[in-house]
């Protein structure tokens, strides 16, 4: 399997803008590439298994600078293939080191994780990778940016707009022009919501929820891009209610749950209408 051309999907989702996606059948993660000529943006990096550096480099023709959204490992895998990388300062070891412990102590057995159930599927990889040594690079000199930075990339003009609740310093990236938000790992297919984690804030989660609605409903953008899904289109993103309502309803204790087991240990699954909200199980 080629390492670039076999290993990544990728489609246009909007002008000058690139939805790159790796891991189908596990866990499909998603980068996106918004070309502003002589400057792109990749915001998040995947799982750090291809060369996505150079997919990026054929869609674009400027320079690379690259956003993580937050420090979770499925978002970091390739940002050591690339040379300018910034994060939201909250996510960032106090040396500027991005690494997987930084927010969560045994985050970094969910690389391992990952790759025994790819190979228990049976499922390719590109040619020369070795399973046994994959892992998550720690990510030196890493720059800070802040929740309400405008960054501008070449031509295009990205607001961070913040939204914590997932994790602190969760960072999405409105594109005005293009009527696009990024909205990472804020909803997950499903829909569903990862408020499970050990720093997740479920009334962080819900003003950022909200703040969502308030650029919708003032025209911001019509299409949300996700971490792990296909972006939500117009009259699909009536989700962000659905989302609001039931983290309303799982904060003030009025949503029926069960306590599942996951890998982050037992876990509150509360299902309001078409939202499922994960909490961690006291
Ligand atoms: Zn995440």
């Given at each position: 399997?080629?390492?670039?051309?076999?290993?990544?999907?990728?489609?246009?989702?909007?002008?000058?803008?690139?939805?790159?996606?790796?891991?189908?059948?596990?866990?499909?993660?998603?980068?996106?590439?918004?070309?502003?000529?002589?400057e792109?943006l990749?915001?998040?990096?995947?799982?750090?298994?291809?060369?996505?550096?150079s997919?990026?480099?054929?869609?674009?023709?400027?320079?690379?600078?690259?956003l993580?959204?937050?420090?979770?490992?499925?978002?970091?895998?390739?940002?050591?293939?690339?040379?300018?990388?910034?994060?939201?300062?909250?996510?960032?070891?106090?040396?500027?080191?991005?690494?997987?412990?930084?927010?969560?102590?045994?985050?970094?057995?969910?690389?391992?994780?990952?790759?025994?159930?790819?190979?228990?599927?049976?499922?390719?990889?590109?040619?020369?990778?070795?399973p046994?040594?994959?892992?998550?690079?720690?990510?030196?000199?890493?720059?800070?940016?802040?929740?309400?930075?405008?960054?501008?990339?070449?031509?295009?003009?990205l607001?961070?707009?913040?939204?914590?609740?997932?994790?602190?310093?969760?960072?999405?990236?409105?594109?005005?022009?293009?009527?696009?938000?990024?909205?990472?790992?804020?909803?997950?297919?499903?829909?569903?919501?990862?408020?499970?984690?050990?720093?997740?804030?479920?009334?962080?989660?819900?003003?950022?929820?909200?703040?969502l609605?308030?650029?919708?409903?003032?025209?911001?953008?019509?299409?949300?891009?996700?971490?792990?899904?296909?972006?939500?289109?117009?009259?699909?993103?009536?989700?962000?209610?659905?989302?609001?309502?039931?983290?309303?309803?799982?904060?003030?204790?009025?949503?029926?749950?069960?306590?599942?087991?996951?890998?982050?240990?037992?876990?509150?699954?509360?299902?309001?209408?078409?939202?499922?909200?994960?909490?961690?199980?006291?």
């Amino acid at each position: 399997m080629n390492d670039t051309t076999d290993w990544f999907t990728i489609e246009r989702i909007a002008p000058e803008t690139h939805q790159i996606t790796e891991g189908q059948g596990v866990l499909p993660c998603n980068t996106f590439v918004v070309d502003g000529g002589d400057e792109a943006l990749l915001i998040d990096t995947g799982l750090g298994i291809g060369d996505l550096r150079s997919v990026v480099e054929d869609l674009v023709g400027g320079d690379v600078r690259v956003l993580l959204t937050h420090s979770h490992w499925d978002h970091l895998g390739a940002a050591t293939q690339f040379d300018d990388v910034v994060i939201n300062g909250r996510e960032r070891g106090p040396d500027g080191t991005v690494s997987l412990d930084v927010l969560e102590d045994d985050y970094d057995q969910r690389p391992r994780e990952f790759m025994a159930d790819w190979l228990e599927l049976g499922k390719p990889l590109p040619d020369g990778f070795d399973p046994d040594n994959y892992s998550i690079e720690p990510i030196p000199d890493v720059g800070a940016v802040d929740p309400g930075d405008t960054l501008t990339v070449g031509n295009r003009e990205l607001e961070l707009v913040p939204v914590p609740g997932h994790t602190p310093g969760l960072l999405a990236v409105l594109d005005r022009e293009t009527g696009v938000c990024h909205g990472s790992d804020v909803l997950e297919p499903g829909i569903e919501i990862f408020a499970h984690f050990e720093d997740s804030n479920l009334s962080a989660y819900r003003e950022s929820i909200d703040r969502l609605v308030s650029l919708r409903d003032e025209g911001a953008f019509d299409t949300l891009t996700i971490g792990h899904g296909d972006p939500i289109r117009d009259d699909d993103l009536s989700v962000l209610d659905h989302v609001s309502e039931a983290l309303t309803a799982v904060a003030n204790d009025e949503a029926s749950y069960e306590v599942i087991e996951t890998s982050w240990g037992p876990t509150r699954s509360a299902t309001v209408g078409d939202v499922t909200v994960l909490t961690p199980a006291e």
